[in-house]
């Protein structure tokens, strides 16, 4: 099993936060005004843990994955 950080886009508010603590992860993308997960992150566990923590409206989590 793999985790991989999410994001619920409904409760997101775009504070930009998470792109500000793990620019690795999380990117904004201008042309949706939405927060979007990095495909084939690596070695960024402890910086989506940070973002997890720091997240005003609690909307990062971790998914399981095959």
């Known amino acids: ?3 991989m ?3 619920d886009l409904g409760c997101c508010s775009g ?3 998470c ?3 793990a620019p690795e992860v999380f990117r904004y993308n201008p ?3 939405l927060i979007e997960v ?3 992150f690596a070695d960024a ?3 989506v843990e940070e973002a997890i923590c720091f997240c005003p409206e609690d ?3 971790w998914e399981e994955t095959v």
Do not use: F, N, Y
């Open 31 to 33: 042309d949706t005004g």
């Open 59 to 61: 909307c990062i989590c």
């Open 19 to 21: 792109v500000e603590i």
């Open 15 to 17: 504070c930009l936060g």
């Open 1 to 3: 099993m793999r985790r």
């Open 45 to 47: 566990e402890q910086l």
């Open 38 to 40: 990095v495909e084939g």
């Open 5 to 7: 950080a999410t994001i």
